[in-house]
């Protein structure tokens, strides 16, 4: 369901109901009358919708995390804010820009509009912006032909599909001025070259059993998952158009299996 344009939908109709009574039909009640229910309950719902649709348009959206591909960082059924104007403000729906403000770094997590499928929000971790090389081999993340410092941090253990743990290394990384940790199973190939599909610019990439190596062109972007070895991401499916950008991810607002991490900041 495209719950922005169901909201807009909304807006217009009790909008266009409560414009009609103030404009038409109130002059025509006399004294005493009743407003009929077809008025009332739209003109009631209006000032309520107008506040919901303003502010996730233009400040914040929350969003939950429906797949393990941001472990550790975000877990599955996690509920998230996602900042709607770091980015540049958007018309609703059109999703088009027209107010530029910060442009995405490397390092900051993101949410976007699957390029394959724009219904989809995706939320990943950027790691290269236009003009970048970003290379994975080996397990180890490049940007410009300079290593991405990781640290070891211990290992992790996590249920997949809610039937099986899993258990995988955990390194500390280091990009700009971010540092995030995320997930490193050394027994999975470097990369599952049969899934890598025929996305636009593919002609940036080069692919082989070590990993992989792309040069991001202008306007687009590229993203990993945190969780290296069970994220399907830019390396599979290419790289995010600027038009498709949502927002920056910057807070866990609620998780109903794990109190503690309301109110944790995304890093």
Request: hydrophobic residues 40%; contains cysteine; negative net charge.
């Amino acid at each position: 369901m495209n719950f922005p344009l169901v909201l807009l939908t909304l807006l217009v109709f009790t909008g266009g109901v409560w414009l009609l009574d103030y404009l038409v039909l109130r002059h025509k009640r006399v004294s005493g009358d009743i407003e009929p229910w077809w008025v009332e309950y739209p003109k009631s719902f209006f000032p309520i919708i107008l506040i919901v649709f303003c502010l996730r348009s233009f400040l914040v959206e929350p969003f939950k995390i429906p797949s393990g591909s941001m472990i550790p960082t975000l877990l599955v059924g996690d509920f998230i804010l996602v900042n709607k104007y770091t980015y540049g403000i958007r018309l609703p729906v059109a999703n088009l820009k027209i107010i530029e403000m910060n442009e995405p770094k490397r390092g900051e997590v993101m949410v976007f509009r699957f390029p394959e499928d724009p219904s989809i929000d995706y939320i990943k971790r950027i790691v290269g912006v236009p003009g970048d090389t970003v290379a994975y081999r080996n397990k180890q993340l490049s940007i410009n032909n300079v290593p991405i410092r990781l640290e070891p941090n211990g290992d992790y253990k996590y249920i997949e599909d809610g039937l099986v743990y899993v258990y995988t290394q955990r390194f500390k990384e280091y990009m700009d001025e971010s540092a995030y940790d995320i997930l490193i199973n050394e027994d999975m190939p470097n990369i599952q070259l049969i899934a890598v599909r025929d996305f636009p610019n593919r002609e940036n990439c080069t692919f082989d059993q070590t990993g992989f190596s792309c040069t991001v062109p202008p306007g687009n972007y590229f993203t990993l998952g945190d969780n290296r070895d069970g994220s399907s991401d830019s390396r599979y499916w290419g790289f995010v158009p600027e038009e498709n950008i949502v927002g920056k991810a910057f807070l866990i607002w609620w998780n109903f299996s794990d109190l503690s991490r309301i109110g944790t900041v995304i890093k």
